[in-house]
């Protein structure tokens, strides 16, 4: 085998996750070089047979690993699952307290036949009240108050992604990345470390929180919140599309009034300064919107591209695969499913020197790498140099 060349290579992490909090963690730690392997139960991963919105949910959150089916009703698959561990250097589950003990993978017992293990469980709670509860991405969007905030009081509104469990994935990526350099440091012992759904979304909410703690003055739903620039609006534009335009500059302010015939507004003394023209929007808007609406979106995005104000169209997910920068090279990276069919996927959101991360990674086969794992355990081998899970 040849090495990967990436900061985790040599790292094996354990998996013991479904849906998507738990097994983004694995699948940021594979694709930084980790040999991530996600234990299964036989009837695999509930996750592989969502549909709907779901069907995406195992193969994209579950790229680059391997898969060892274990049934723990049989004392061997015990003995296994402790032999992996004892190998391994992080172990991450999602289970609810107390489901694991039941399997002798508690974290009292962890602790005491392997204390070197780094363990980091996603629950729904930090410790505290709410700790015992189960919670959903939806759940703590509207405990927090970020559906209040994305819709309104009356009408909240969850963000259209499962942002706040792929987020708590990160928040596990980065906690283990630092219970690593610990280790590295010489520490001997591993790390506890729960992550939580709903602190995960508080702080996510803490810009919120933070303007009522300093003015006293309750945060504004995003769609009824004051504007703090003269325009930051959606427009229709020719041919019935939308763009977005933020003039938020004074230097913007000029260049977009020269450009867009609106030069009564430059010389209008009413509107000197930015507070005056945000409170002049009844006025402003109108007068802009018209301009806008004579345009076609292509050529209004060319011209204030050029000038350096930003602006979007109003796209939706499948509008990204037309997108000039999300076709660049590197941007989308083709994977395979564990029915072998292709599919692309937006790259790791970093590039390590140079390179986009995430090309050629397998969605494993239930079980695919159960006999494997199993003779590399009974030859007391753990690869140095691991490739698993991505194309050769």
């Not at 983004?24 to 234990?39: D, F, N, Y």
């Not at 047979?49 to 690993?65: A, H, I």
């Not at 189960?134 to 559906?147: H, T, Y």
């Not at 283990?176 to 520490?187: D, H, N, S, T, V």
Request: one cysteine or more.
């Amino acid at each position: 085998m040849t090495g990967t060349g990436l900061p985790l290579e040599g790292v094996r992490v354990v998996e013991m996750t479904h849906m998507v909090m738990g097994p983004t963690c694995g699948m940021i730690l594979a694709q930084l070089g980790a040999e991530v392997i996600k234990v299964e139960p036989p009837a695999g991963d509930k996750t592989r047979s969502l549909g709907g919105m779901g069907v995406s949910f195992f193969p994209l959150f579950n790229r680059g690993k391997r898969s060892v089916v274990l049934d723990f009703a049989r004392a061997e698959d015990r003995d296994t699952m402790h032999a992996l561990l004892a190998s391994a250097d992080v172990f991450v589950e999602n289970f609810r307290d107390g489901q694991l003990d039941k399997q002798g993978l508690g974290p009292d017992e962890l602790r005491k036949r392997h204390p070197h293990l780094i363990v980091c469980g996603h629950k729904g709670f930090l410790s505290g009240p709410y700790e015992h509860r189960p919670a959903l991405d939806e759940v703590v969007q509207m405990m927090s108050g970020l559906a209040a905030m994305t819709g309104t009081r009356d009408k909240p509104q969850r963000v259209g992604s499962s942002a706040n469990d792929i987020m708590g994935g990160m928040f596990g990526a980065i906690s283990i990345l630092a219970a690593l350099y610990q280790k590295r440091g010489g520490a001997k012992d591993g790390a506890d470390i729960r992550i939580g759904l709903f602190e995960n979304c508080l702080f996510l909410v803490a810009q919120h929180m933070v303007e009522y703690e300093m003015t006293g003055n309750k945060p504004r739903s995003m769609p009824e919140r004051e504007h703090a620039w003269p325009i930051y609006d959606i427009f229709e534009t020719a041919g019935g599309n939308r763009i977005f335009i933020g003039v938020v500059t004074e230097g913007h302010w000029q260049s977009f009034c020269r450009e867009f015939a609106l030069q009564d507004l430059l010389d209008d003394p009413t509107l000197r300064t930015t507070t005056d023209r945000i409170l002049a929007r009844g006025k402003i808007i109108p007068r802009v919107a018209a301009e806008i609406k004579r345009r076609d979106v292509a050529a209004l995005s060319a011209k204030l591209d050029a000038l350096n104000i930003c602006c979007s169209p109003i796209n939706r997910p499948e509008d990204l695969f037309d997108d000039p920068h999300v076709q660049r090279p590197g941007g989308l990276v083709n994977n395979i499913n564990a029915n072998g069919a292709a599919f692309r996927v937006p790259a790791l959101p970093v590039q390590w020197n140079g390179a986009n991360l995430g090309e050629g990674l397998l969605v494993p086969r239930l079980g695919a790498d159960t006999e494997a794992v199993r003779a590399e355990l009974e030859r007391g081998e753990i690869p140095t140099t691991r490739t698993a899970g991505r194309r050769a």
